[in-house]
C-alpha cells in the first residue's frame, strides 16, 4: 500500500471490533478531506465520526462510520433517531459510502461492518 499512516497492531475490544491494520488520524483525514467533515458541517447535521478511519484492501481505502441525525425545528421541534453509516476515504481523498446512506440503525451493526470490510469479506 502506498498510504502515509502509522502501522499500529491493537485489539479494540472496547470498541466492539477487533482488528488489525493501518489507522489513519483524525488530523490526517481532515487534512484530506478538507471541509467535507469540518465541525461547522457536522454541527449541522449533528453527525458524529467515530473510530479513526482504518484500511480496507477490499474497499481501496479507509473505512469509518459517521452518523446523523435530522432535527427539525418548524412546524415544531422533531428529532429522528440517529442513523450510521459506513464510509469509504480513498488515497486520493474521494469521500464514498460503502452501502447506503444512514444504513444501520445501531453502531454496533455499522462496526460489524466495518470488521467485515477489514478482514475482506
Excluded: C
Amino acid at each position: 500500500m502506498d498510504h502515509t499512516t502509522q502501522r499500529h497492531l491493537s485489539k479494540r475490544v472496547d470498541y466492539q471490533v477487533i482488528v488489525t491494520g493501518d489507522y489513519m488520524s483524525w488530523d490526517q483525514f481532515d487534512n484530506i478531506a478538507g471541509h467535507y467533515f469540518s465541525p461547522e458541517n457536522r454541527r449541522f447535521f449533528r453527525s458524529k465520526r467515530y473510530e479513526a478511519p482504518v484500511w480496507s484492501e477490499s474497499a481501496q481505502g479507509f473505512v469509518f462510520i459517521t452518523s446523523e441525525q435530522f432535527v427539525t425545528y418548524h412546524p415544531r421541534y422533531r428529532s429522528e433517531p440517529r442513523a450510521y453509516t459506513v464510509r469509504k476515504i480513498g488515497l486520493n481523498g474521494s469521500i464514498d459510502e460503502v452501502g447506503g446512506f444512514q444504513q444501520f440503525k445501531t453502531l454496533n451493526q455499522a462496526r460489524k461492518a466495518v470488521k467485515a470490510l477489514i478482514n475482506g469479506k
